[in-house]
């Protein structure tokens, strides 16, 4: 059984407690590995190492940050099959999702801000006769990073890369349910030359750990992505410490569907925004609303291509639905099916726990669910769930359905149906969303910020907007 450790000041540590708890394989409901019990003391630790590597690897010229970031990249394209077979083990993710989505975009992650950090300019204005005034944009200084479990190595490093790439050090948790790549990622760390203390990780709870590097007066800024709850909780105790804070949180994602779609795409894609990763991705289209004309034909096809779905062993090649996350998220996910049921909801499919034979016997396994009768206000529709359950709502005009789409109190993406460019351009803009996808979904330009409105979060990430998170800009006024 492995035995995961901390990376803290360069090198693989023991956490001070001597502590470990469990982590699941979700696919069979066994302990397969161990993670570091952390607490304060090894936070502690962390940051001291990330304050006494930050004056070099601040002055380190951008090129050269490029150079070891780039070799990270090499190493994780090399090891792409055993981090991708990693993930799916970890997470219970199909295998062939983490292979062409999640350990892809983690190299990508790496590569882009590896050479953002080399484009990114400073202003200036010259008051006229006076003065020139330049905005110097220098890093903050030890930051803390904090990722979930649906999408591993994908969002940690999607902080990460960015954070080092501007100049600061870096003390990262990911998430204790899923922390096996991260451990893998710093073992590549070490090889790729990472200077010590650049980037530390320590594994361990949410409520330890995370709530700890938040609270550490040395780490000038936190970059969040997780929960409403818990974005929360970081912004009461980070409030009052002024720290910078980038908040990427949860979403209860409108997808629209007018009569006038290319509606082959519009299925094709709906079902992929249903229930890829097991509906547990933050962009996941789970409130579907259907233009009432071609309401019953989409219905009857979404419900027949979520039967044809194959659910099983993530390693299996020919799944394309693997394993819940954990035994409490299978559960909550359960306890959401019986609230539609009982606030008059219909299952047309799915709604059940799936036990599986063989290796998988005692995993988390939920069958693709699709549910129709309910409300736009009623709770099913209104909190997010997070699992492979959609719930189908017919519309008949433009302002109804934006009405319809506006009422939660997330706003992280939607999704938009239509031939018809002006009402594309037109619902988009009137959309309570950070993102809207038109036609598509699941579209990433790492350029493009990301990120949330209303209780979905606060701040962008990607593009420049990301740098621009983990540098303060000051201004020199110079007198000519
Ligand atoms: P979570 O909030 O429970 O945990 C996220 C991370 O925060 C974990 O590493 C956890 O250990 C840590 N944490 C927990 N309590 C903490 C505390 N008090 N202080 C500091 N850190 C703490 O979320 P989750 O269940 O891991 O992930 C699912 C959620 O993430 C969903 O709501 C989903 O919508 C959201 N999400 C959002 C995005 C986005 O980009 N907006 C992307 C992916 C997931």
């Given at each position: 059984?492995?035995?995961?450790?901390?990376?803290?000041?360069?090198?693989?540590?023991?956490?001070?407690?001597?502590?470990?708890?469990?982590?699941?394989?979700?696919?069979?409901?066994?302990?397969?590995?161990?993670?570091?019990?952390?607490?304060?003391?090894?936070?502690?630790?962390?940051?001291?190492?990330?304050?006494?590597?930050?004056?070099?690897?601040?002055?380190?010229?951008?090129?050269?940050?490029?150079?070891?970031?780039?070799?990270?990249?090499?190493?994780?394209?090399?090891?792409?099959?055993?981090?991708?077979?990693?993930?799916?083990?970890?997470?219970?993710?199909?295998?062939?999702?983490?292979?062409?989505?999640?350990?892809?975009?983690?190299?990508?992650?790496?590569?882009?801000y590896?050479?953002?950090?080399?484009?990114?300019?400073?202003?200036?204005?010259?008051?006229?006769?006076?003065?020139?005034?330049?905005?110097?944009?220098?890093p903050l200084?030890v930051v803390g990073c904090?990722?979930?479990?649906?999408?591993?190595?994908?969002?940690?490093?999607?902080k990460i890369a960015p954070a080092i790439a501007a100049g600061c050090t870096v003390?990262a948790?990911?998430?204790?349910?899923?922390?096996?790549?991260?451990?893998?990622?710093?073992?590549?760390?070490?090889?790729?030359?990472?200077?010590?203390?650049v980037l530390?990780?320590?594994?361990?709870?949410?409520?330890?750990?995370?709530?700890?590097?938040?609270?550490?007066?040395?780490?000038?800024a936190?970059s969040?992505?997780?929960?409403?709850?818990?974005?929360?909780?970081?912004?009461?105790?980070?409030?009052?410490?002024?720290?910078?804070?980038?908040?990427?949180?949860?979403?209860?994602?409108?997808?629209?569907?007018?009569?006038?779609?290319?509606?082959?795409?519009?299925?094709?894609?709906?079902?992929?925004?249903?229930?890829?990763?097991?509906?547990?991705?933050?962009?996941?289209?789970?409130?579907?609303?259907?233009?009432?004309?071609?309401?019953?034909?989409?219905?009857?096809?979404?419900?027949?291509?979520?039967?044809?779905?194959?659910?099983?062993?993530?390693?299996?090649?020919?799944?394309?639905?693997?394993?819940?996350?954990?035994?409490?998220?299978?559960?909550?996910?359960?306890?959401?099916?019986?609230?539609?049921?009982?606030?008059?909801?219909?299952?047309?499919?799915?709604?059940?726990?799936?036990?599986?034979?063989?290796?998988?016997?005692?995993?988390?396994?939920?069958?693709?669910?699709?549910?129709?009768?309910?409300?736009?206000?009623?709770?099913?529709?209104?909190?997010?769930?997070?699992?492979?359950?959609?719930?189908?709502?017919?519309?008949?005009?433009?302002?109804?359905?934006?009405?319809?789409?506006?009422?939660?109190?997330?706003?992280?993406?939607?999704?938009?149906?239509?031939?018809?460019?002006?009402?594309?351009?037109?619902?988009?803009?009137?959309?309570?969303?950070?993102?809207?996808?038109?036609?598509?979904?699941?579209?990433?330009?790492?350029?493009?910020?990301?990120?949330?409105?209303?209780?979905?979060?606060?701040?962008?990430?990607?593009?420049?907007?990301a740098l621009?998170v983990f540098?303060?800009?000051?201004?020199?006024?110079?007198?000519?």
């Open positions: 059984m492995v035995t995961i450790e901390n990376y803290i000041g360069g090198g693989m540590v023991q956490p001070a407690s001597r502590e470990y708890l469990d982590n699941f394989e979700p696919a069979t409901g066994t302990v397969y590995s161990q993670i570091p019990d952390s607490d304060d003391r090894d936070v502690n630790l962390a940051v001291d190492a990330a304050r006494t590597a930050f004056p070099g690897w601040s002055l380190t010229p951008p090129e050269a940050r490029f150079e070891i970031l780039m070799r990270l990249v090499s190493l994780i394209e090399r090891d792409a099959e055993e981090l991708a077979r990693a993930e799916s083990i970890d997470n219970g993710k199909p295998l062939s999702l983490a292979r062409v989505m999640d350990i892809p975009r983690a190299a990508s992650n790496f590569r882009f590896a050479t953002a950090a080399m484009h990114m300019a400073n202003e200036s204005h010259e008051t006229v006769g006076q003065a020139i005034n330049y905005t110097l944009r220098q200084g904090i990722s979930p479990w649906n999408l591993p190595l994908y969002l940690f490093t999607w003390v948790k990911p998430s204790e349910v899923t922390p096996m790549t991260a451990y893998m990622l710093s073992t590549l760390c070490i090889e790729a030359g990472m200077p010590a203390g530390n990780i320590v594994h361990g709870l949410g409520p330890k750990v995370g709530a700890s590097i938040v609270a550490h007066r040395d780490v000038k936190i969040f992505t997780g929960g409403t709850k818990t974005g929360e909780d970081i912004a009461r105790t980070a409030a009052p410490m002024f720290k910078k804070l980038s908040l990427e949180l949860g979403g209860k994602n409108p997808n629209i569907i007018f009569a006038d779609c290319n509606y082959d795409q519009a299925l094709e894609t709906t079902v992929r925004s249903s229930f890829a990763n097991q509906g547990q991705i933050c962009l996941c289209g789970s409130r579907i609303f259907i233009e009432r004309p071609i309401y019953e034909r989409f219905k009857n096809d979404l419900v027949s291509r979520a039967l044809e779905m194959n659910i099983g062993d993530p390693l299996d090649e020919a799944t394309n639905l693997g394993a819940i996350v954990s035994e409490p998220h299978m559960q909550k996910i359960l306890s959401y099916i019986e609230l539609a049921r009982s606030e008059g909801g219909t299952v047309l499919t799915g709604g059940n726990q799936v036990t599986l034979n063989g290796r998988c016997a005692n995993g988390y396994f939920v069958e693709p669910t699709v549910i129709e009768g309910l409300s736009h206000d009623c709770r099913t529709n209104q909190e997010e769930i997070f699992g492979p359950v959609v719930s189908l709502m017919p519309f008949d005009d433009e302002n109804e359905v934006i009405n319809y789409a506006n009422s939660v109190r997330y706003g992280l993406s939607a999704t938009v149906w239509t031939e018809n460019l002006s009402r594309a351009h037109r619902v988009s803009a009137l959309l309570e969303s950070g993102i809207v996808w038109v036609n598509c979904w699941l579209l990433r330009d790492l350029r493009t910020p990301f990120g949330g409105v209303k209780d979905s979060g606060m701040g962008r990430e990607g593009g420049f907007e621009r540098t303060e800009e000051k201004n020199v006024c110079v007198k000519i």
